[in-house]
């Protein structure tokens, strides 16, 4: 069956840097766009950013844009998120999510991560 | 960017009883080419990871029960259980994932009254 497994969540000071990690299993990840959703202790769900199968494209929010870059390894099927200059309200819950079918990745989300925390603290 | 906005932010209904919950969204998500509403809807429980109810606005997700089902077109999207039993209390969230950056409704929080 489908497993998404995120890692890397932590404590950091704001301006510094983190890159969360989310290993795939149970299907062809190759084949997938593959989002990134965070949230906030206690708040709502707020997508942060998709990328295509083959990492041709790439969209973020834009409280993110500029400042994460999404990627992916096809080969360790793992997704990334590199998160810079980070700041006190991106502190969240941070999960990988998928669609059902391969190719466009403009669907509902039918998997989820169990997320990993990160709090921006000084 | 789309808004969604859900109503309302919290509901209690009895056992047994409907729940409606709301969603509108700022612009269309009504894709003509295909004729498919690109609108979701997920239960999220405490401690744990949303779970896809219902997508393209009225289609049931395998194993979800029948007493969930959505309806609406274009901008305005309703969520409805029709008979509330005592583990559907949760939040409830709408999705859009027509344009980029999708959203997500603010949640509904349903509790037994």
């Known amino acids: 069956q489908v497993q998404l497994v995120e890692s890397g969540g932590g404590v950091v000071q704001p301006g510094r840097s983190l890159r969360l990690s989310c290993a795939a299993s149970g299907f062809t990840f190759s084949s997938y766009g593959m989002h990134w959703v965070r949230q906030a202790p206690g708040q709502g769900l707020e997508w942060v950013a998709v990328i295509s199968d083959d990492e041709t494209n790439k969209h973020y929010a834009d409280s993110v844009k500029g400042r994460f870059t999404i990627s992916r390894d096809n080969s360790k099927n793992t997704l990334y998120l590199q998160m810079n200059s980070l700041r006190a309200e991106d502190t969240a819950v941070y999960s990988c999510?998928?669609?059902?079918?391969?190719?466009?990745?403009?669907?509902?989300?039918?998997?989820w991560g169990q997320g990993t925390m990160v709090t921006v603290s000084s | 960017d789309i808004v969604m906005t859900q109503s309302p932010d919290s509901l209690a209904v009895s056992l047994g009883e409907r729940a409606t919950i709301n969603c509108k969204s700022s612009?269309?998500?009504?894709?003509?080419?295909?004729?498919?509403?690109?609108l979701a809807w997920y239960q999220q429980k405490p401690g744990q990871s949303p779970k896809l109810l219902i997508y393209w606005a009225s289609t049931r997700e395998s194993g979800v029960p029948d007493r969930f089902s959505g309806s609406g077109s274009g901008t305005d999207f309703t969520l409805t259980i029709s008979s509330l039993q005592a583990e559907d209390v949760a939040v409830y969230y709408c999705h859009q994932y027509y344009y980029t950056p999708f959203t997500f409704g603010r949640g509904t929080k349903v509790d037994i009254k």
């Open positions: 999510a998928k669609g059902p079918n391969s190719g466009s990745f403009y669907q509902a989300f039918d998997s």
């Open positions: 612009q269309s998500v009504l894709y003509r080419s295909n004729n498919k509403n690109y």
